[in-house]
């Protein structure tokens, strides 16, 4: 069963890096459409970062743009969220989705395999 797998998450100080890594044990993902959402303490799950199969399409959300990077490696076996000048507000779970091929939108019902979600908090 494709179940992706997040890691990464932590506790860091406003303006610090995390790098986020989503995986699925026995499956290559070049051919999956890969989303990262956020999940904030009283709030709607939100998408931050997707991007289709072989990264033909790339999206991110107003909140994070110029500041996080997604990106796979080169084997295609797992993606990864670069996570840079972190605020306040990027606290919450961060989860990663799959969704074979391609996405509508970057919005948790356009994605059907999900993770458990790692916890990122930023705070002094």
């Known amino acids: 069963q494709l179940q992706p797998v997040e890691s990464g998450g932590g506790l860091v100080q406003p303006g610090g890096s995390l790098r986020l890594s989503c995986a699925a044990s026995?499956?290559?993902?070049?051919?999956?459409?890969i989303g990262w959402f956020r999940q904030a303490p009283g709030k709607e799950r939100e998408g931050i970062s997707c991007?289709?199969?072989?990264?033909?399409?790339?999206h991110y959300s107003d909140s994070v743009k110029g500041r996080f990077t997604i990106s796979r490696d080169n084997a295609g076996n797992t993606v990864y969220l670069q996570m840079n000048s972190l605020r306040p507000e990027d606290t919450g779970v961060y989860f990663c989705?799959?969704?074979?091929?391609?996405?509508?939108?970057?919005?948790?019902?356009?994605?059907?395999?999900w993770g458990q979600g790692t916890q990122v908090t930023v705070s002094s």
């Open positions: 989705a799959f969704r074979f091929l391609v996405y509508t939108l970057c919005i948790p019902s356009a994605f059907d395999h």
């Open positions: 991007t289709s199969s072989h990264d033909f399409d790339t």
């Open positions: 026995g499956y290559g993902l070049d051919d999956y459409a």
